[in-house]
């Protein structure tokens, strides 16, 4: 019989969107003493239930405190601050039935707004998908649970499970040079009818041309995140908010200080992880030389890239615009 779910008291939960150094700030607060780490339990890769929690909100669902989610995204984040994780022959069996060559049916089904399309693939992962059933046996602790998949529905998620949250924060052009390394496109949510909806007007977010790039279109997106994470800041006063660039210049120093916001008790452990991640690294590796990140998208972009970026991150009006100005003088 399937255990059931005991919260530990305040969660933590890391959060941000992809490409922030989330992962990195998530695993170092993990080895505090006690720690337990939950790593993206909303991620629908490689997890075929959060594939099927997701699918009628999308990849980065759109959630505000008091909207009603679906049970089965409610149950996810229950499970995750829990102590819950999926288990391994589950990851492992999407793993070897998805591959490389879902993308395209995860991006049909997530990203096609004209409603979802689920291939026989996708059927085939989400077929007897089931929340985790199994407590980590070292979560008796300090549950860490880190999710990039939630910038949209951060209010939500904090409202409805109270955890204490942490939000990272990284320059958009660094977050927009990572993707570019990777080849990644946008998931359309500039042409979302709900995104539109709630944010469009709020943050002045531009509409783009038909025949946008995908530079462009990655750019918005990275936009509306930055957005909604500084919306939620301004008015969760309690959210603790890190700079990726800061914590950078001086590791030691910000992880110690971020330790003690949090009440964390810093240990022989944090100080070894952050001296072993500070090495070269690229792609998915988390290791990196971290005094080179701050300024790393100068490098990563080009100065055509720079002005393509910039011509739609420009006509957003928010108050961090203005600092990405500054940084282009």
Sequence with gaps: MAETPQRSDQPLLVASAPRTGTTWVARALSVADGATLINEPDNEWPNPFALKAKLSLG?????????RAPFDYDRLW?????????????TAAARRLGGERANAD??????DHAGPRVSSRL???????????????RAKGQVVVKSVHAPLALGWVAA???PRVVVVLRHPMNVIASWEE???GSCALETNPEVRRRFGARWGLPEL?????????????VGLFTCALQAGLDVHGDWVAVSHESLSADPAGGFRNLYSQLGLEWTDLAGAF???SNRPGTGYSTFRVAAEQPGRWRRRLTPEQIREAWSVLSRIEAPWVERIAGDLE
Excluded: I
């Design 59 to 67: 990849q980065y669902p759109v959630l505000e405190e008091g909207d």
């Design 78 to 90: 229950e499970r995750a601050f829990a102590g819950f994780r999926p288990p391994r022959f589950r």
């Design 274 to 276: 952050l001296r072993e």
């Design 123 to 137: 059927r085939l992962l989400m077929l007897g998908a089931r929340p985790p059933s199994r407590r980590d046996p």
């Design 106 to 111: 995860l991006w049909r089904a997530l990203c």
């Design 209 to 221: 041309d038909p025949g946008a790039s995908r530079l462009e279109r990655v750019a918005w997106q």
């Design 160 to 162: 409805r499970f109270r």
């Design 182 to 184: 990777l080849g990644w």
